[in-house]
């Protein structure tokens, strides 16, 4: 079995539903690199930080820490000790995040926080295999066009169909410098597919990874 296991892909690309299907499958943690980033932006939100100043944020994150929790029925964010995961997937943390996590510092914080865990696990997010795990054992991206990931995300936020494609397509942009795939990940486009068929694609592939492994 692979210590670390990446997904990777765009915002509604289907990382972490398919990375908790995969992980319960494999018996493993699945563990969310964005609701670390969405954390952070919450305290920056909560004690008025401007998103713009790094050296601030990164003084409050020493005095205000966050905490992932990488539960298997999902994943939990502690805000100084409080759980905040209900308050992570809002429009208004969808809209500041980019900025948040658009600085080094911060990026630091994080990959930090993901390199302390223990594997093996199943990690997504944007950088997971390019970036933070480039030694992982097998590395997917997930991909899908803008509005078929709108659809996927509409009824999940409080706002319609053409601000829902306007905000994703306004992240990916912000994102950018961190989306870029590994170059040894295993693309899958996911636009045709349910989610079911990407979680046994996803297996199939890390199945057929093992049976090579000695
Ligand atoms: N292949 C798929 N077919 C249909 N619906 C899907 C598929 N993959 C994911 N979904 C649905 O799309 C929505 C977004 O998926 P999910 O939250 O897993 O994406 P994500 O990439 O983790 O998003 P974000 O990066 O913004 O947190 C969810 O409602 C999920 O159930
Ligand atoms: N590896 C990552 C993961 C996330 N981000 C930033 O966090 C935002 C929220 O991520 P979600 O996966 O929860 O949507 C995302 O828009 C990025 O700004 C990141 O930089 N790297």
Redesign the pocket.
Known sequence: MPDVITID??????????ARRVAAELGLPYV?S?LIYRGVTYQVKRYGINPDDEAAIVRMLGQHPVQLVPLPEGNRMLAEGQDVTAQM?TLEI?QAVSAVARHPEVRAYVYRSLRALQPPFVV?GRDMGSTVFPDAALKFY?T?TPEV?AR??L??RDADYATVLAELIRRDAADAKQIPPAPDAIIID?SA???E??VQTILERIRRAGAKTP
């Open positions: 892909g765009p915002s509604a690309s289907g990382k972490s539903s398919v969310s964005g997937h969808d997504e997930l899908a990931r996927r995300r009824g999940e996911t597919m349910g989610l068929e990407v």
